[in-house]
């Protein structure tokens, strides 16, 4: 919608996870080393927790991309599995060929056997699981005993554990102790500050194609380092709403209004922000809120086909 307008090539704030945006800012550059070393040292299992938003997919996407063509490697987004289908999924991710109606001892000893081939030609094997904190605990169980599989010197499967802060709680279960024992590293990720923000906005529009003056302003960049308390995900739905908003009202740089009315229409940052509002303040904002950006949208669509249309003052 605001592509041209704003001279892009692609838009700059989307939510699919792309890795041609990953940013190295400390944080995730430190995360990446960190899992580059340790599995390029053979260890067993690493973890990376992170809250809801805070980029761990993208981090894994980096991650895998990395190490091809050094590692073999599979990837599994939804790791909601029984210990059966568990082996199912990485035999199917590693091209493993396995008998049909296999059973699970016959599907283990063909990925077994599998992990020695690639061994014997250099090849290490790593899995990556996203969404760890949903991995049931007898799957996890059945995870730990793959790792069993190892040569004198080194293990055939090296496993890293992407997921919330509540695999912390699942991995602190009696139950599976003998795993979380087996965790040499592990990495936190932290929501960005505001210098990172502002970073973050201007790193994902040089990627988008952008060149020309700083497009958000120091009180827009503020507001939605306010909003977004850092977070990745809100970050990139506030910076879209934003340049929706400041090209409804054809102009060519975010400011402060803009992304405000971009908070005021998002539920997660607009909860931070009320609060500084009372009584009838506040419930103005969440009327406003649903009818503000609405406006602004169906306003950025007339100018499309206007462009003559006045700006919507706020």
Known sequence: MYLQHFRLNEPPYSLTPDTAFFMEHAGYRDALNV????L?????????????????????????KTLAPEFVCAYLPNPYLRPSSLLLS??????????????????????????????????RVVLCMDEAQAVPLQTLEALRLLTNLETEKTKLLQVVLFGQPELNQVLD?????????????????????????GSYLAHRLAVAGYDGPR???TRAV?????????VPRLINILAHKSLMAAFGQGEGRVNRRHARSAILDTDDARAVMLPRFGGLGAWFRRWLS????????????LRMTAPSLPSLPI
């Open 215 to 217: 497009l958000f302003d």
């Open 222 to 230: 503020a507001e939605i380092a306010r909003g977004s308390r850092g």
């Open 35 to 38: 899992l580059l070393v340790a």
């Open 90 to 123: 990485i035999a199917d991710e590693l091209l493993i060929d396995y008998p049909k109606r296999a059973s699970q001892h016959q599907v283990l000893k063909h990925i077994n056997l599998a992990l020695l081939d690639f061994h014997a030609t250099g090849r």
């Open 290 to 301: 649903s009818h503000l950006v609405g406006a602004l949208v169906t306003l950025a669509v």
């Open 40 to 64: 390029r040292s053979g260890e067993g299992f690493m973890k990376v927790v992170g809250e809801v938003g805070t980029g761990k997919t993208i981090l894994c996407r980096t991650l895998l």
């Open 173 to 197: 279960q009696p139950a599976i102790r003998q795993l979380r024992q087996r965790i040499t590293f592990s990495y936190e990720l932290q929501p960005l500050d505001a210098t990172g923000v």
